[in-house]
T-cell receptor, first 113, second 114 residues
Framework: DAKTTQPPSMDCAEGRAANLPCNHS???????VYWYRQIHSQGPQYIIH???NNETNEMASLIITEDRKSSTLILPHATLRDTAVYYC??????????????FGTGTKLQVIP | DVKVTQSSRYLVKRTGEKVFLECVQD?????MFWYRQDPGLGLRLIYF???????EKGDIPEGYSVSREKKERFSLILESASTNQTSMYLC?????????????FGSGTRLTVV
């Protein structure tokens, strides 16, 4: 499984963009990058995913470098409700279609008023 | 709205008890997973299942077993609970093929073994 590395914590001022980095230098060509977040006392929630192109949805943008060895999740206008632990993971697909995904310890984002 | 439901939010059990944690999903997903989450260790995969009656060990299967008799239900079993199994347990499910939206998680069961 490709491993990911994230900073343990980050702060962001409310209303500013939050840029959360992730390194995945051993990613292979058919592996996707996924981002989830976990608000205190809840299960993780899907945010966005990508293969090699930049992606945007109503929650966030995902920027993947050309060599795919790193990515950045961007929350364009962070609010207090975005305070959470953010996980960057790489999906491994096994023959047969089922997957095993390993979560690391994530980045704890604190949005400051 | 799709859901993964875990039967208990909080559970307290005694050392040596057999413990069942239940998870039900209503999305007709093929894959189901059990994770435990501990401070500083992130989410660690215990077992997963990609079909009824099928199971695969994750990263930390020791002391656990699972059962999947029906597609929508995936049970985690602690054969003889120990204090080091005190943790938050999270169940998740995902579609079988061509997953584009990843996992849907339950709200978790916080198990305390005393």
């Amino acid at each position: 499984d490709a491993k990911t590395t994230q900073p343990p914590s980050m702060d962001c001022a409310e209303g500013r963009a939050a840029n959360l980095p992730c390194n995945h230098s051993t990613i292979s060509g058919n592996e996707y990058v996924y981002w989830y977040r976990q608000i205190h006392s809840q299960g993780p929630q899907y945010i966005i995913h990508g293969l090699k192109n930049n992606e945007t949805n109503e929650m966030a943008s995902l920027i993947i470098t050309e060599d795919r060895k790193s990515s950045t999740l961007i929350l364009p206008h962070a609010t207090l409700r975005d305070t959470a632990v953010y996980y960057c993971i790489v999906r491994v697909a096994y023959p047969g279609g089922y997957q095993k995904v390993t979560f690391g310890t994530g980045t704890k984002l604190q949005v400051i008023p | 709205d799709v859901k993964v439901t875990q039967s208990s939010r909080y559970l307290v059990k005694r050392t040596g008890e057999k413990v069942f944690l239940e998870c039900v999903q209503d999305m007709d997903h093929e894959n189901m997973f059990w994770y435990r989450q501990d401070p500083g260790l992130g989410l660690r995969l215990i077992y997963f299942s990609y079909d009824v009656k099928m199971k695969e060990k994750g990263d930390i299967p020791e002391g656990y077993s699972v059962s999947r008799e029906k597609k929508e239900r995936f049970s985690l079993i602690l054969e003889s609970a120990s204090t080091n199994q005190t943790s938050m347990y999270l169940c998740a499910s995902s579609p079988g093929q061509g997953v584009m939206y990843g996992y849907t998680f339950g709200s978790g069961t916080r198990l305390t073994v005393v």
